[in-house]
């Protein structure tokens, strides 16, 4: 069984707005600008946008809300409207911007041939009807630790999970988590700081397969998308503040299980 690589790409900040990286079942588009500067976004699911330092305004067919700094905000399915308020940049994540944004992608290439280990997001959540057509905003600092987890922060849409990491200094290198997963990428947005990615491939009985251990450097702007069934962990290097975001579609009904998704409770399963 040969392996499929972990792909690594770097957001374009200096081209056109937005700079798109795509997972199978995501797209993840980076918008940056000045003073007044607008963009939009279509997608026929919710999308997550996040705004990593300073706020911004989104504006919906609804409403129009002010985002303050630091913040996770909810978009419902439609087009959403950005508007900075400085030299800021922002993300969207969303599983229904469609093939036209997928093709776009600066991995695009990745996908020619879709991976069939990968499981599709399926039937999506669904919100609850007091959130269904409203823009949700989660200030990172007011998203709690789930008990029993103190280092991440765990939010859903109806079709995407992600996971806030976030520390000063260099990630403790005796306390690292490998791990794998059997159908589903993990995406791994760096957003501040550097990284190293641990990657490993399991042997499998044709030694013609096996690959070694690879280390992969990554800077903020970039998003590494892991296959299935790689062994894998992440260890930011350096001082100064570590921020990554976990990236999953569909939601990770484990976390949910367990009570770790802050927001879980606004959506039933389906």
């Given at each position: 069984m040969a392996f499929r690589p972990p792909?690594?790409?770097c957001f374009n900040r200096n081209g056109e707005s937005p700079s798109i990286i795509r997972g199978q079942n995501y797209t993840v588009h980076r918008f940056g600008g000045g003073v007044g500067e607008t963009h939009s976004i279509s997608s026929t699911d919710e999308t997550l946008f996040v705004f990593p330092e300073g706020g911004g305004e989104l504006a919906t067919a609804a409403e129009t809300r002010r985002i303050p700094?630091?913040?996770l905000v909810i978009a419902p399915p439609g087009t959403t409207n950005l508007r900075f308020g400085g030299s800021e940049r922002a993300y969207a994540l969303t599983t229904g911007a469609g093939e036209m944004a997928r093709g776009l992608a600066i991995n695009a290439a990745t996908y020619r041939e879709p991976d069939p280990r990968v499981k599709p997001v399926g039937r999506p959540f669904e919100p609850a009807a007091s959130h269904r057509d409203h823009?949700?905003?989660?200030?990172?600092d007011d998203i709690p630790f789930p008990v029993g987890n103190p280092r991440l922060k765990f939010?859903?849409?109806a079709t995407m999970s992600v996971n806030w990491v976030e520390y000063d200094g260099p990630r403790d290198r005796t306390r690292l988590s490998?791990?794998?997963?059997?159908?589903f990428e993990q995406g791994s947005l760096a957003i501040s700081g550097r990284f190293l990615h641990h990657i490993r491939a399991p042997w499998v009985s044709d030694a013609d397969q096996w690959r070694p251990d690879e280390h992969i450097e990554a800077a903020s702007d970039s998003l590494l998308v892991i296959p299935p069934q790689l062994i894998h962990t992440t260890e930011g290097v350096?001082?100064?503040r570590h921020v990554l975001i976990d990236v999953f579609a569909p939601p990770r009904r484990d976390f949910i299980a367990k009570g770790w998704v802050h927001n879980a409770a606004d959506y039933a399963c389906p």
């Open positions: 792909s690594l790409s700094p630091c913040a823009l949700r905003v989660y200030p990172v939010l859903q849409t490998p791990h794998a997963h059997d159908d350096g001082s100064g």
